[in-house]
């Protein structure tokens, strides 16, 4: 009989009257049957982040991401007891951090389990409450969080280690479109003026070397639920009036009168406006196919090569 490490539990053979038959003289340990890798369970707090451990995990991970619902803001999501006991049943939990979903934190506080594995990508990348959430848009963090689970698979279950190896070389092959979409963007649209309602695109910003012009505590205020001051919605409102951006990137799940009034003011003065979500769109799409869509519809409206949706709808290219 195989322990659960896959050592032998002599002790409880021995007390069930079952006979230990010893190894042959000469026979190494090593030749002993291999446990076979077991199927881990994984709940994800967000789609984004379920996506990407699906795909690393293939056939030895049944994966539930909780938030999924393109038509909600994550921000305000409170969660069922079906959600609790989902996760409480867990064997490997992936969280956000930040403070982005303190619902899941305090569910495993709530139900705390020796052996089960968690993924604070927060605690992972050195971020803390405050600190913009949105991880799954810098690519860089991406790349470190997607190595992350990977060997975090290996260590859950050293049975699985080569199969896990495979999953993840098959995800790095699909990323190449979006590597190549990132380095398009960045090769020719450095330093372009852009805008956001929320400090969803941030990151991306930062990572292609575009001009993120909006003022800082409006992108916040909005993100954490808050009315912005006074003086960034003056700063944000004038760069409109003298069309001192050339893209408005929308924030499609965190939707307030204020954003709202921001996006109509920026389409009347012909100002492209590219709507972003916070989880997969379509639900059932690939964070890959999901990610290089967000990246095609920026790149588009920087140049002005195809009319852009907004978040209502509406063409809002010239």
């Known amino acids: 009989m195989i322990g659960r490490r896959g050592r032998p539990v002599l002790v409880a053979a021995v007390l069930l009257g079952a006979t230990v038959m010893p190894l042959a003289p000469g026979v190494s340990a090593s030749l002993r049957p291999a446990r076979a890798p077991r199927v881990i369970n994984v709940v994800a707090a967000e789609d984004t982040w379920g996506s990407l451990a699906s795909q690393l995990g293939g056939r030895l991970v049944v994966v539930t991401s909780v938030i999924t619902n393109p038509n909600a803001d994550p921000h305000e999501y409170e969660a069922s007891t079906a959600v609790a006991r989902s996760i409480g049943g867990a064997n490997f939990v992936i969280v ?187 639900p059932d799409a690939t964070f890959q196919s999901w990610m290089l869509g967000e990246l095609k519809s920026v790149g588009g409206a920087l140049n002005d090569r195809n009319p852009v949706k907004s978040a209502g709808g509406r063409s809002s290219s010239p």
């Open 96 to 282: 956000n951090g930040a403070g982005y979903d303190d619902w899941a934190q305090k569910i495993l506080a709530a139900n705390p389990a020796p052996h089960r594995f968690v993924l604070d990508i927060a605690k992972f990348l050195g971020k803390k409450p405050g600190d913009n959430p949105h991880f799954w848009y810098d690519p860089k963090y991406v790349f470190a969080v997607i190595d992350k689970i990977s060997s975090d698979y290996t260590a859950v279950d050293p049975a699985g280690a080569g199969y896990f190896r495979q999953c993840l070389a098959k995800v790095e092959a699909s990323l190449v479109p979006y590597r190549e979409a990132l380095a398009s963007l960045a090769r020719h649209d450095a330093g372009v003026k852009v805008a956001s309602t929320e400090s969803i695109f941030q990151y991306p910003a930062e990572y292609l070397g575009l001009d993120l012009v909006t003022p800082y505590p409006f992108m916040q205020a909005v993100s954490d639920g808050y009315d912005p001051p006074v003086g960034a919605v003056a700063t944000f409102e004038h760069q409109i009036s003298v069309r001192g951006f050339r893209v408005l990137v929308y924030n499609n799940q965190t939707i307030t009168a204020l954003t709202t009034t921001i996006r109509d003011q920026v389409e009347a003065k012909h100002i492209p406006v590219v709507g972003m979500s916070e989880t997969l769109q379509p």
